[in-house]
């Protein structure tokens, strides 16, 4: 039963540079979210997608934006990143309306220089 | 505004001692709570969920408690080994779609 699976694992990218992280939620979950972690703090909610559409949005600027497509997979994209996007980006799936609580997967470390 | 604290922020123990790991709330409307362990640089892994309407949860040599009057949740670890050391993190869920979370409790538990 595979978890929730996202890549790139590590990314580099440079000030002012766009760049874009997947994630496919686990299997029979419908509902993504994805959550940003600077070290030493706890992830930090960035966006949720159900039905293709973002249903609820965290304290991020539209620099951040989603995607959710058919098969529940969900991209998030930033744009113009500064330093201060470098981070770990999680992704967390769910099945909406159960209290089944979330599933994460291991994380993007997006490193901007 | 849900806030969600873990204190202390850093703890050591001696292997085999049993370990206590605190999560306070400040919103009792709580729909569940959720405790993850994170190894450095990895994503979180899901030990316990706790339903609003439940007061403990155990697997194996984990224990968490809830109380929403006090607006604390406890982990509780028996026996530590050094395999054990890691960030507990608790999340508290309100049903709007997103999880609080504290900041992390690091443990080193020492051989």
């Known amino acids: 039963d595979a978890g929730v699976t996202q890549s790139p694992t590590h990314l580099i990218k440079t000030r002012g540079q766009q760049v874009t992280l997947r994630c496919s939620p686990k299997s029979g979950h419908d509902t993504v979210s994805w959550y940003q972690q600077a070290l030493g703090q706890g992830p930090q909610f960035i966006f949720q997608y159900y039905e293709e559409e973002e249903r609820q949005r965290g304290n991020f600027p539209d620099r951040f934006s989603g995607h959710q497509f058919p098969n529940y997979s969900s991209e998030l994209n930033v744009n113009a990143l500064l330093l201060g996007d470098s981070a770990l980006y999680l992704c967390?799936?769910?099945?909406?309306?159960?209290?089944?609580?979330?599933?994460f997967g291991s994380g993007t470390r997006l490193t901007v220089v | 505004k849900q806030e969600v604290t873990q204190i202390p922020a850093a703890l050591s123990v001696p292997e085999g001692e049993n370990l206590v790991l605190n999560c306070s709330f400040t919103d009792s409307a709580i729909y569940n709570l959720q405790w993850f362990r994170q190894d450095p640089g990895k994503g979180l892994t899901s030990l316990l969920l706790i339903q609003s309407s439940q007061r403990e949860q155990t697997s194996g040599r984990l224990n968490a408690s809830l109380d929403k009057s006090s607006g604390r949740s406890t982990l509780y670890i028996a026996a530590s080994q050094p395999g054990d050391s890691a960030t507990y993190l608790c999340?508290?869920?309100?049903?709007?779609?997103?999880?609080?979370f504290g900041k992390g409790n690091q443990v080193v538990v020492i051989p």
């Open positions: 999340a508290a869920s309100y049903g709007n779609n997103r999880l609080a």
């Open positions: 967390a799936s769910s099945l909406d309306r159960s209290n089944y609580g979330y599933t």
